[in-house]
């Protein structure tokens, strides 16, 4: 094995004719190194991984890059919502150390490929934690009530599997890199990657019979009861150092596939095979659902052996190209520092002076939390699985991806990936356009690994390409979309959409969540007028402009509430404005109620607040819906928490609320409200975010609040204008441009805007526009502690909206 110095020396050397052979991203990190070795950690040291692994966040700590393929984490549950990326703070045992984690959702898959050490005989079970496991209380949660649905609870006892009990004083993460002690058997585990390939390192501290198991099985589970939904399997031992191979399962992704190839440092002394339960063999290939190995080494005391993992949704075959193209050595600690340059850069797009370090380590985490997914999908090669399970080749110079939780990020984390990973956006966007020629589901709703979840409501992938086409993105294909858009907008019987283009509304006793589809569908047809723009159907975006006012059939201009309506008009009765239904067949909402929901208006603001009475009066419901009673019926969803009266932070129908003070003239409201939920719903604690991050959305909405700025309406490619939670903050934009942020005075007390300047000039506009921003320049705000209630109130300068006739 080299040392890392050799390693770096040799790389080093390399890089004077192009670093050639090497994969680009770890060529650029370890030349940033220079000669002197390991590199300072202007940025990663700030980050926390194990923020939001408690809770509801649903992160998980392990080993990953920027956006990777692997992500190699430890396993502590894999059968609780809580566990959703199999890791929760409050466990006290690890089942292992798998290869692909979700982060941050509220469903679970994947945790593909398990591998663990031990020592002794081999058990084929990973056995049941020491004390049950239920779901966890979060400081963001509101008290549920007296018959709400009971807490699955995990089973626990009987015989002791491979499952290893450890403390966090044994534990230690950062950006691209894990360790934790195995007290029980003496094994350090260390874990680190690089895009497509994870790396572990396990150290015996004792010499004696020891063994590394990989168990083809595991996998997410719906529940304690259920088995893991493998439907097949199939590994190929190679030679005494390899195994390869791979399986489908039918989990939240239905029939999705996964393979993988693994080398170990040195050659295993005998392995075993376990098919279905059967007693261990020695055979070479195995089938099945339940298929488990075990590699045998006599370890030396102190003894390392490395592992390595490729990753493929192709073949095995390409997930062994991967594996050779990132790994073909064995330098643990250069692949470590290669991972954990590769996050020094991307973070050092976000340079901040933040008002105290707790504010730091929350930024640059939540920084890393949106730097995670949409995750890398394609091989070395180019090679990808499609939408249509078929093995498509990419374009040169593009990637594919895969975890696109397009409900909850088309409405922060996109906008952040327009300001700092503008190179990325035109491949992402071309990515959801392929996916909507090849999937027989149509156009994205919530894609992964090569499958259509159809989780959540609307299509949110046309947001994503709208507000692309608005900031004026070169490069993607909108010729291509638009056919699978269009019909998905205007011919498709999908989930209501006909009743929605027949009626302008979808009636609550034909369709469930009726009220949010309704709304969700509007903005949706908002985002399909821009992508008609862009390929010059003007007929249709005028259409379409006026069928995204069809949120007006759902609101009761007498109650100033959203409501369900029934198929003959009328409205759907009992009402209650908390509630999730009006009957117990099915929800009104998603993931919401009518409080929420009402708010859900993001691109026809002006109009709306005509609707309500004009502008005290929306400021008023606005008032009342953050001053209201936090109480929520037996039957709400978990996902609704962070609750500041009946407004939800921890839930992304809310996101967007309190900025909307800002088009009904007080703006110093949006100010007051969203610096107290960026210093109260979140914290650098493992419980430290308000609900699940929902693939980096929750940290997205952070960031951006904390710049002062934030995307009420992505489409209209604008920016609303808030009060900077950082002292200052440059910004890496393209073409090597760059913002400036500053808030002057800015304090705890001092959270005020008084007034703001644009490149030196003052800029009397509580809004200011993508282009503006992309060309560079210098925002100063000047912070104090009352508002100032001249700034931003005039019809002129409020955010504009939406405008169309009639």
């Given at each position: 094995?080299?040392?890392?110095?050799?390693?770096?020396?040799?790389?080093?050397?390399?890089?004077?004719?192009?670093?050639?052979?090497?994969?680009?991203?770890?060529?650029?990190?370890?030349?940033?190194?220079?000669?002197?070795?390991?590199?300072?950690?202007?940025?990663?040291?700030?980050?926390?991984?194990?923020?939001?692994?408690?809770?509801?966040?649903?992160?998980?700590?392990?080993?990953?890059?920027?956006?990777?393929?692997?992500?190699?984490?430890?396993?502590?549950?894999?059968?609780?919502?809580?566990?959703?990326?199999?890791?929760?703070?409050?466990?006290?045992?690890?089942?292992?150390?798998?290869?692909?984690?979700?982060?941050?959702?509220?469903?679970?898959?994947?945790?593909?490929?398990?591998?663990?050490?031990?020592?002794?005989?081999?058990?084929?079970?990973?056995?049941?934690?020491?004390?049950?496991?239920?779901?966890?209380?979060?400081?963001?949660?509101?008290?549920?009530?007296?018959?709400?649905?009971?807490?699955?609870?995990?089973?626990?006892?009987?015989?002791?599997?491979?499952?290893?009990?450890?403390?966090?004083?044994?534990?230690?993460?950062?950006?691209?890199?894990?360790?934790?002690?195995?007290?029980?058997?003496?094994?350090?585990?260390?874990?680190?990657?690089?895009?497509?390939?994870?790396?572990?390192?396990?150290?015996?501290?004792?010499?004696?019979?020891?063994?590394?198991?990989?168990?083809?099985?595991?996998?997410?589970?719906?529940?304690?009861?259920?088995?893991?939904?493998?439907?097949?399997?199939?590994?190929?031992?190679?030679?005494?150092?390899?195994?390869?191979?791979?399986?489908?399962?039918?989990?939240?992704?239905?029939?999705?596939?996964?393979?993988?190839?693994?080398?170990?440092?040195?050659?295993?002394?005998?392995?075993?095979?376990?098919?279905?339960?059967?007693?261990?063999?020695?055979?070479?290939?195995?089938?099945?659902?339940?298929?488990?190995?075990?590699?045998?080494?006599?370890?030396?005391?102190?003894?390392?052996?490395?592992?390595?993992?490729?990753?493929?949704?192709?073949?095995?075959?390409?997930?062994?190209?991967?594996?050779?193209?990132?790994?073909?050595?064995?330098?643990?600690?250069?692949?470590?520092?290669?991972?954990?340059?590769?996050?020094?850069?991307?973070?050092?797009?976000?340079?901040?002076?933040?008002?105290?370090?707790?504010?730091?380590?929350?930024?640059?985490?939540?920084?890393?939390?949106?730097?995670?997914?949409?995750?890398?999908?394609?091989?070395?090669?180019?090679?990808?699985?499609?939408?249509?399970?078929?093995?498509?080749?990419?374009?040169?110079?593009?990637?594919?991806?895969?975890?696109?939780?397009?409900?909850?990020?088309?409405?922060?984390?996109?906008?952040?990936?327009?300001?700092?990973?503008?190179?990325?956006?035109?491949?992402?966007?071309?990515?959801?356009?392929?996916?909507?020629?090849?999937?027989?589901?149509?156009?994205?709703?919530?894609?992964?690994?090569?499958?259509?979840?159809?989780?959540?409501?609307?299509?949110?992938?046309?947001?994503?390409?709208?507000?692309?086409?608005?900031?004026?993105?070169?490069?993607?294909?909108?010729?291509?979309?638009?056919?699978?858009?269009?019909?998905?907008?205007?011919?498709?019987?999908?989930?209501?959409?006909?009743?929605?283009?027949?009626?302008?509304?979808?009636?609550?006793?034909?369709?469930?969540?009726?009220?949010?589809?309704?709304?969700?569908?509007?903005?949706?047809?908002?985002?399909?007028?821009?992508?008609?723009?862009?390929?010059?159907?003007?007929?249709?975006?005028?259409?379409?402009?006026?069928?995204?006012?069809?949120?007006?059939?759902?609101?009761?201009?007498?109650?100033?509430?959203?409501?369900?309506?029934?198929?003959?008009?009328?409205?759907?009765?009992?009402?209650?404005?908390?509630?999730?239904?009006?009957?117990?067949?099915?929800?009104?909402?998603?993931?919401?109620?009518?409080?929420?929901a009402t708010f859900l208006n993001q691109h026809d603001l002006h109009a709306y607040i005509q609707d309500f009475g004009g502008d005290e009066a929306f400021v008023a419901k606005l008032d009342a819906l953050f001053?209201?009673?936090?109480?929520?019926?037996?039957?709400?969803?978990?996902?609704?928490?962070?609750?500041?009266?009946?407004?939800?932070?921890?839930?992304?129908?809310?996101?967007?609320?309190?900025?909307?003070?800002?088009?009904?003239?007080?703006?110093?409201?949006?100010?007051?409200?969203?610096?107290?939920?960026?210093?109260?719903?979140?914290?650098?604690?493992?419980?430290?975010?308000?609900?699940?991050?929902?693939?980096?959305?929750?940290?997205?909405?952070?960031?951006?609040?904390?710049?002062?700025?934030?995307?009420?309406?992505?489409?209209?490619?604008?920016?609303?204008?808030?009060?900077?939670?950082?002292?200052?903050?440059?910004?890496?934009?393209?073409?090597?441009?760059?913002?400036?942020?500053?808030?002057?005075?800015?304090?705890?007390?001092?959270?005020?805007?008084?007034?703001?300047?644009?490149?030196?000039?003052?800029?009397?506009?509580?809004?200011?526009?993508?282009?503006?921003?992309?060309?560079?320049?210098?925002?100063?705000?000047?912070?104090?502690?009352?508002?100032?209630?001249?700034?931003?109130?005039?019809?002129?300068?409020?955010?504009?909206?939406?405008?169309?006739?009639?």
């Amino acid at each position: 094995m080299s040392s890392r110095r050799a390693f770096l020396k040799t790389s080093l050397l390399a890089g004077a004719v192009g670093l050639a052979g090497m994969p680009r991203w770890r060529a650029d990190a370890l030349a940033a190194l220079g000669a002197g070795g390991k590199a300072p950690r202007q940025f990663t040291r700030h980050v926390d991984v194990f923020i939001g692994t408690g809770g509801h966040g649903h992160t998980y700590p392990g080993a990953t890059m920027p956006f990777g393929m692997v992500q190699l984490s430890p396993d502590t549950y894999n059968a609780l919502w809580d566990q959703s990326s199999g890791y929760h703070q409050d466990d006290g045992s690890i089942m292992g150390f798998s290869h692909t984690h979700l982060t941050g959702t509220g469903c679970g898959d994947l945790l593909d490929f398990l591998v663990m050490p031990n020592v002794g005989e081999v058990k084929t079970e990973p056995g049941n934690p020491d004390h049950p496991i239920t779901r966890y209380a979060s400081r963001f949660d509101t008290p549920r009530p007296a018959g709400a649905e009971p807490d699955a609870v995990s089973p626990t006892g009987g015989p002791k599997g491979y499952r290893a009990a450890f403390t966090h004083a044994d534990e230690s993460a950062e950006p691209g890199y894990y360790r934790v002690l195995l007290r029980d058997r003496a094994v350090t585990a260390e874990l680190t990657a690089t895009a497509r390939v994870g790396v572990h390192r396990y150290t015996f501290a004792n010499a004696g019979d020891s063994h590394i198991l990989v168990d083809l099985f595991h996998a997410m589970q719906d529940n304690p009861s259920t088995p893991p939904p493998v439907t097949s399997a199939d590994l190929a031992v190679v030679g005494n150092d390899t195994f390869t191979g791979g399986r489908i399962v039918q989990s939240w992704a239905k029939g999705r596939h996964v393979y993988f190839a693994l080398k170990f440092s040195r050659p295993f002394d005998r392995c075993e095979v376990f098919v279905d339960d059967a007693a261990g063999s020695a055979v070479k290939t195995a089938h099945g659902k339940k298929i488990k190995c075990a590699a045998h080494f006599k370890a030396k005391a102190g003894e390392q052996i490395l592992v390595k993992v490729g990753l493929s949704a192709v073949s095995a075959e390409g997930a062994l190209a991967n594996l050779n193209a990132e790994m073909p050595g064995w330098d643990f600690d250069g692949t470590r520092e290669a991972a954990s340059m590769a996050w020094e850069r991307e973070l050092s797009r976000l340079k901040i002076d933040a008002i105290n370090e707790r504010h730091q380590r929350i930024f640059y985490t939540a920084f890393y939390h949106s730097l995670i997914a949409p995750t890398l999908f394609g091989d070395v090669d180019g090679k990808y699985r499609g939408m249509d399970l078929e093995i498509h080749q990419l374009p040169a110079g593009a990637q594919t991806y895969t975890e696109y939780s397009l409900w909850d990020t088309y409405r922060a984390l996109h906008p952040l990936f327009t300001l700092v990973q503008p190179h990325r956006v035109p491949d992402l966007c071309n990515d959801l356009i392929r996916m909507a020629a090849q999937s027989p589901a149509g156009p994205p709703v919530w894609p992964l690994y090569a499958r259509e979840t159809g989780t959540m409501t609307g299509y949110h992938s046309a947001p994503v390409l709208a507000e692309a086409h608005a900031k004026g993105f070169k490069g993607i294909d909108f010729e291509a979309a638009w056919p699978s858009f269009r019909k998905r907008a205007m011919d498709d019987d999908y989930r209501g959409l006909k009743f929605y283009r027949d009626l302008g509304f979808i009636p609550a006793d034909k369709i469930d969540e009726s009220v949010s589809k309704t709304l969700e569908y509007a903005y949706d047809d908002w985002a399909m007028a821009e992508l008609a723009h862009a390929v010059g159907k003007e007929d249709e975006r005028t259409a379409l402009m006026k069928r995204s006012r069809n949120y007006r059939h759902v609101f009761d201009k007498s109650k100033t509430f959203v409501r369900p309506k029934l198929a003959d008009g009328s409205w759907a009765e009992p009402f209650d404005p908390r509630g999730m239904g009006h009957s117990k067949k099915w929800r009104d909402f998603t993931e919401s109620n009518a409080w929420q929901a009402t708010f859900l208006n993001q691109h026809d603001l002006h109009a709306y607040i005509q609707d309500f009475g004009g502008d005290e009066a929306f400021v008023a419901k606005l008032d009342a819906l953050f001053n209201s009673s936090p109480e929520l019926p037996a039957d709400a969803p978990p996902d609704i928490a962070g609750m500041v009266g009946q407004y939800a932070h921890g839930n992304e129908p809310s996101h967007h609320v309190a900025w909307l003070y800002a088009y009904a003239g007080q703006p110093w409201k949006t100010q007051h409200r969203v610096r107290w939920l960026l210093d109260n719903m979140y914290d650098d604690k493992p419980d430290g975010e308000a609900g699940n991050d929902d693939c980096g959305q929750v940290s997205a909405w952070y960031l951006l609040s904390s710049l002062g700025l934030y995307a009420v309406d992505p489409v209209s490619a604008n920016y609303v204008l808030g009060s900077p939670l950082v002292h200052r903050a440059e910004v890496e934009l393209a073409d090597g441009k760059k913002l400036v942020v500053e808030a002057k005075g800015n304090s705890p007390q001092n959270i005020y805007v008084q007034s703001v300047s644009w490149n030196g000039k003052p800029h009397d506009r509580n809004w200011i526009s993508h282009a503006e921003i992309a060309a560079g320049g210098s925002l100063v705000f000047t912070l104090g502690p009352k508002p100032n209630k001249a700034f931003g109130v005039s019809p002129t300068a409020r955010p504009p909206s939406m405008k169309l006739e009639g």
